[in-house]
């Protein structure tokens, strides 16, 4: 068989391999920190679950074959000396897969079944295919045999502790081929009227099309961004279960949710190549905002939590979002997006003030998604600069859609607002020579080596000049070769894998890069994307990076990294154009 080439390479044990729409990759990873020999069919429905075990066999012995696993956007193949197999999805919940010279054993994850976990197997004479049935997704995997031989099935029927699953080798001339369905209750026999090339070719132009869409303006000078468009498109799901939109999860491994701040950098990203989709990326939490007004901080299959929240960017986000947009947006899209931020701003402004305070709080760092910087080391609940820059800015959004919407009063109350929490910010957060933070029942304030101190820079234009200057001043020492290290690598609190004690983060970047680059100062604004889209050309779409060696650490392929260095190289490309 003859590989079709399908795109830019990668390992599956960093980026699983998946495609558009589908809640199912193909992976070694099986949860954070384990990875497993072979390689699993990797459900995200009602969470992460390996189901099936994929192993190449050594047609003479039986036993596991020693391969090469390689991947590219449309095809994965395990290559040894003598045999080959690949793997192709026809759809997003089916997968193709066949070899020559080499056998596979199609296995279920769990050893043992019990009458609330595990997989059930057995062969459905219906449809004339093998079934496993999952506890933990809720959904069946079914195996159809297309061309070749099973020469060993075990455990059918089987209860209790069992090794479950098929053995499939060649015809005599050593070819097989199988099909791998996910589906609910039932479903007609498999039939396709499709040869293995031509689902390959549909996979590779699928995702073609998309990285053509998405980033127009690649060149040698942005070497990452198919690989980054990868990741984006194979991250995305269809709607299900209490996903009520498609939806770019952060992670096809264990990071399998949409965070209510982190959907913005994915939808930014896709604005003008995919409106559609970038405005499903911004609506989705506010599908599932509260009674409050307060967005979840996280949507996935089976699961909405509300626990904590997330930091107020969705105005911010959404003004950049409307000027990415190749089109404007309707009357009534504006309408329901002014609804939803209206909402989003008087929980801050009823919600997390408290009585007689101009400024709204935190109640954990979780909630400002920097969850254990330093800067709440002191207390918890928590007065920051930060939230008061988000908040000012999404309060400017609303008064300019009110503007557009014709609400006057409204345009009023916000230009208002958006005036008097600045004035505070200034007046009780801002020393001459930093930020600092408040605690919110005592009053106290101090200072911290954490770069969420210097996060109101994302005023941008808003600022005085003299604060911008002195904030761009302290952003300089957060530079490592790498990029803006969230914890001063000097601090004594700093720690390599200190998740936001020290690691770059996307998100941190985009945000800084912008208000930077707003406020005038370009140099440094183009020096911190530069050493942010090296990062990434070099060591991936980690969740995050040691901020003295570059390396990914945590989840490594995380759609709001990918989608901030598409952001930061398209910008990049446009300016290096003009």
Known sequence: MTAV??????????????????????????????????????????????????????????????????????LLS???????????????DTVRVRGTGLGIGVFAAAQTLTPF?????????????????????????????????????????????????????????????????????????????????????????????????????????????????????????????????????MSKHWMDKVWSWDHCFNALALAPGCPGLALDQFSLPFDHQDGSGALPDSVTHSEVLHNFVKPPVHGWAFGLLRRRLTEPLTPA??????????????????????????????????????????????????????????????LHELAELAGELDRTEDVRRWTRTAAEIQAALLDELWTGERFVARGAASGDTWSSSSLLDLMPVVLGEHLPDEVSATLADHIKAHLTPYGLATELPTSPHYLADGYWRGPIWAPATVLIEDGLRRAGHHRLADDISARFRALCETHGFAENFDALTGTGLRDRAYTWTASSYLLLAEAHENRDGN
């Open 5 to 74: 080439p399908s795109g830019p390479a990668f390992s599956v044990h960093d980026i699983p391999f998946s495609t558009h729409g589908s809640w199912f990759g193909i992976s070694p990873v099986l949860a954070e920190k384990t990875r497993a020999e072979d390689l699993h069919l990797v459900s995200h429905q009602n969470g992460m679950h390996a189901v099936l075990r994929l192993t190449p066999l050594d047609p003479t012995t039986g036993d596991r074959a020693e391969t090469r696993v390689e991947a590219t956007p449309g």
């Open 78 to 92: 395990w290559t040894a000396a003598d045999g080959r197999i690949d793997l192709a999805y026809e759809s997003p």
């Open 117 to 249: 976990s595990g997989t059930y197997f057995f062969h459905d004479p219906a449809a004339q295919g093998h079934v496993f049935t999952s506890y933990e997704t809720g959904r069946r995997y079914r195996v159809t045999v297309l061309s070749g031989t099973i020469t060993d099935t075990a455990g059918a029927q089987a209860l209790g502790s069992a090794t479950r699953g098929l053995r499939v080798s060649g015809d005599a001339d050593g070819g097989w081929e199988i099909a791998v369905d996910e589906l609910d209750t039932s479903r007609p026999p498999y039939t396709s009227p499709s040869a293995f090339g031509e689902v390959v070719e549909a996979a590779r132009k699928s995702f073609a099309d998309f990285v053509d869409t998405v980033a127009p303006w690649r060149s040698a000078a942005t070497p990452a961004a198919e690989l980054a468009a990868y990741v984006v498109w194979s991250a995305t799901v269809r709607p299900a279960g209490l996903v009520t939109r498609p939806a770019v999860l």
């Open 333 to 394: 899209q504006l309408t329901e997006a002014y609804d939803g931020l209206t909402r989003w701003t008087d929980f801050w402004l009823t919600a997390r003030r408290a009585p007689g305070a101009a400024l709204p709080h935190y109640q954990h760092g979780n909630d400002s998604g920097w969850d254990n910087a330093t800067t709440f080391d002191p207390a918890r609940v928590t007065v920051t600069a930060d939230l008061a820059a988000f908040l000012i800015l999404q």
